[in-house]
């Protein structure tokens, strides 16, 4: 069964500083990846994803991943925070066989200070 | 715009109650999941169901059971409630067309449920 790995559990930045969040699946082939953000009190709301071709992706609010197959990684990062992107992130994996539900890491939790 | 609607934000009950949580969509999808969020947990699946009146056991699907009688709508519902279900509920819906493992999920804004 494939896993995913959110190694931070908190992560704090000052508002303008440039942000990365890891992500590491456990799974035999090439999954299929997704980052959601979780504002407070809502639901989630997809970010980004990637399923094949380039593997740099480009998601909203200037979120942007980059799948490395070498380190089964996918770590969502950004080149300057506003405080509005504090929030819970999470990083989910779909094999790319078999089930098509998703597995969810723990999740990482944003604190941007001004 | 589309949208997943829980049918309640806030809602407290009394240890043994039945409990139920509604989930509607808007979107036409096959999918529809109930997961519950506790912090450092992440989110757990509890049952998903992929069409009307189809149902399948997620990874905790003790204490609940679901039912989906038509396809707009997904309800949970905790047969005898008891305190370690206090937690968050999410509802999320996905269709299920073509590759469907690219498809994202669509998610309500979640009920936080406490039991007393």
């Known amino acids: 069964a494939q896993s995913v790995t959110q190694p931070d559990i908190h992560i704090t930045v000052s508002e303008g500083a440039s942000l990365e969040l890891r992500c590491n699946y456990s799974?035999?082939?090439?999954?299929?990846l997704f980052w959601y953000v979780q504002s407070p009190g809502q639901g989630l709301q997809l970010l980004l994803k990637?399923?094949?071709?380039?593997?740099l992706v480009q998601g909203i609010k200037g979120f942007e991943a980059e799948f490395k197959r070498s380190q089964s990684s996918f770590n969502l990062r950004k080149p300057s925070v506003h405080w509005s992107d504090a929030a819970e992130y999470f990083c989910?994996?779909?094999?790319?066989?078999?089930?098509?539900?998703?597995?969810f890491g723990r999740g990482t939790s944003l604190i941007v200070h001004p | 715009d589309v949208k997943v609607t829980q049918s309640s934000r806030y809602l407290v009950k009394r240890t043994g109650e039945k409990v139920f949580l509604e989930c509607v969509q808007d979107?036409?999808?096959?999918?529809m999941f109930w997961y519950r969020q506790d912090p450092g947990l992440g989110l757990r699946l509890i049952y998903f169901?992929?069409?009307?009146?189809?149902?399948e056991k997620g990874d905790i699907p003790e204490g609940y059971s679901v039912s989906r009688e038509k396809k707009e709508r997904f309800s949970l519902i905790l047969e005898s409630a008891s305190t370690n279900q206090t937690s968050m509920y999410l509802c999320?819906?996905?269709?299920?067309?073509?590759?469907?493992?690219?498809?994202?999920?669509?998610f309500g804004p979640g009920t936080r449920l406490t039991v007393l």
């Open positions: 999320a819906s996905s269709p299920h067309v073509g590759l469907a493992r690219n498809n994202e999920q669509f």
């Open positions: 990637y399923f094949s071709g380039d593997t």
């Open positions: 979107m036409d999808h096959e999918n």
């Open positions: 989910a994996v779909v094999p790319s066989g078999g089930s098509y539900i998703p597995t």
């Open positions: 799974y035999g082939a090439t999954p299929y």
């Open positions: 169901s992929y069409d009307v009146k189809m149902k």
